[in-house]
T-cell receptor, first 115, second 114 residues
């Protein structure tokens, strides 16, 4: 069965610190997609990144980076030099390609960046 | 390109009233999803459509909830009669099924049932 676990319910860090949000997933499929979404205080859900199961190359986009490790079924998200605007709830999600169109979301991690 | 459009953005109604939420997916997307988000239950998938056909409505809480997708550019989620426990933010999302299926979300409708 599909499952996404974000063990960190809430994290607070001081601005400019680095922070890593953990995501562990479970799936029986060999082909799947992993996602991260951001939900800022304004409420909308913003798609950040997609990774497919055959691409373990880490991704960097500005201050954001993602570490995908199939060996540990993890897809962690790191924000470098955090800023107050990074304060949001971050969701990790999983979709099993070819099965159906559903995305299974984790419970989310609420990130507070303190000035 | 316009994103997913939802209306209304806010709805306040009294218990027992009918509520209709509307969604226009991104043009060309053939899958549409309705979610509900509350503090207690987080983000829940209510129902999704593929090519206008309901595929999985197992998340619809009860018969008071119904959803339709009469064409590729419009969907409604109706609650009749509404109850205070239906108060939540309702999101619509759409995706193009192949080759990738990341979903793009609308801004949500904040529903308050008094």
């Amino acid at each position: 069965a599909q499952k996404v676990t974000q063990a960190q319910t809430e994290i607070s860090v001081v601005e400019k610190e680095d922070v890593t949000l953990d995501c562990v997933y479970e799936t029986r499929d060999t082909t799947y997609y992993l996602f991260w979404y951001k939900q800022p205080p304004s409420g909308e859900l913003v798609f950040l990144i997609r990774r497919n199961s055959f691409d373990e190359q880490n991704e960097i986009s500005g201050r954001y980076s993602w570490n995908f490790q199939k060996s540990t079924s993890s897809f962690n998200f790191t924000i470098t030099a955090s800023q107050v605007v990074d304060s949001a709830v971050y969701f990790c999600a999983l979709s099993e390609a070819g099965r159906d169109d559903k995305i299974i979301f984790g419970k989310g991690t609420r990130l507070h960046i303190l000035p | 390109d316009a994103g997913v459009i939802q209306s209304p953005r806010h709805e306040v109604t009294e218990m027992g009233q009918e509520v209709t939420l509307r969604c226009k997916p991104i043009s060309g997307h053939n899958s549409l999803f309705w979610y509900r988000q509350t503090m207690m239950r987080g983000l829940e998938l209510l129902i999704y459509f593929n090519n206008n056909v309901p595929i999985d409505d197992s998340g619809m809480p009860e018969d008071r909830f119904s959803a339709k997708m009469p064409n590729a550019s419009f969907s409604t989620l109706k609650i009749q009669p509404s109850e205070p426990r239906d108060s939540a933010v309702y999101f619509c999302a759409s995706s193009s099924r192949q080759p990738y299926n990341e979903q793009f979300f609308g801004p949500g409708t904040r529903l308050t049932v008094l």
